[in-house]
């Protein structure tokens, strides 16, 4: 049972390119989300989805994108890189009433 | 508005000592409590969650939480910390009974061992 599993770990991205951070869980989680921590900071949310085709947006969504075409993914879309998503993203999945279980963190730096 | 307050940001104390780490919150109503811990590069682990029943929650790696209604906290506790506690730790927040489960974090206490 893997859990959360994010690719890439790590990322090195110019200012203006895109990438897509992969999130999947084994765990048929109907509720997946997605946070940035800054540095001293605790967790932003992104973006979060209650199942499959249903997404939202959370506190900073600005500049990114998600899709939930199956239960078990869900990606994150960075369209045009700005240093300002120099962050570390974690993903996340859990059943309503139980805690999250998170992923082990994508660390992007935009430079 | 729904918040979480880690009021210390660097806690340091020293190897056996006790520990107490404060989280305070403020909500419509008594919500899921839970403390996360992060160890350097890592992920957040689940420490212990407060659903309901026992205000005294025990949870992985000797810690323990008491919630206290009357004063809105959650505050994390262990008799005497190892070397090895030294991590960030998350008090969170989640509305009980959400379709959406959605999790409020504190801002997260840094916890240094000192030898």
């Known amino acids: 049972n893997a859990g959360v599993t994010q690719t890439p770990k790590f990322r090195i991205l110019k200012i203006g390119q895109s990438m897509t951070l992969q999130c999947t869980q084994d765990?048929?989680?109907?509720?997946m989300y997605w946070y940035r921590q800054d540095p001293g900071m605790g967790l932003k949310l992104i973006y979060y989805?209650?199942?499959?085709?249903?997404?939202d947006k959370g506190e900073v969504p600005n500049g990114y994108n998600v899709s939930r075409s199956t239960t078990e993914d869900f990606p994150l879309r960075l369209e045009l890189a700005a240093p300002s998503q120099t962050s570390v993203y974690f993903c996340?999945?859990?059943?309503?009433?139980?805690?999250?279980?998170f992923g082990a963190g994508t660390r992007l730096s935009v430079l | 508005a729904q918040s979480v307050t880690q009021p210390d940001i660097h806690i340091t104390v020293s190897e056996g000592a006790s520990l107490e780490l404060r989280c305070n919150y403020s909500?419509?109503?008594?919500?899921?409590l839970f403390w996360y811990v992060q160890s350097p590069g890592q992920g957040l682990q689940l420490l212990l969650k407060?659903?309901?029943?026992?205000?005294l929650v025990q949870g992985i790696k000797g810690f323990e939480a008491e919630f206290k209604r009357s004063q809105s906290s959650f505050n994390l506790r262990k008799p005497s910390v190892h070397w090895s506690d030294a991590a960030e730790y998350f008090c969170?927040?989640?509305?009980?009974?959400?379709?959406?489960?959605?999790?409020?974090f504190g801002s997260g206490t840094r916890l240094s061992i000192r030898p």
């Open positions: 909500y419509g109503a008594t919500p899921y």
């Open positions: 989805s209650v199942g499959a085709g249903i997404t």
């Open positions: 969170a927040v989640a509305p009980v009974y959400s379709s959406a489960s959605k999790i409020i």
């Open positions: 996340a999945s859990n059943d309503i009433g139980s805690f999250q279980y």
């Open positions: 407060y659903f309901s029943g026992d205000t």
């Open positions: 765990m048929n989680h109907n509720y």
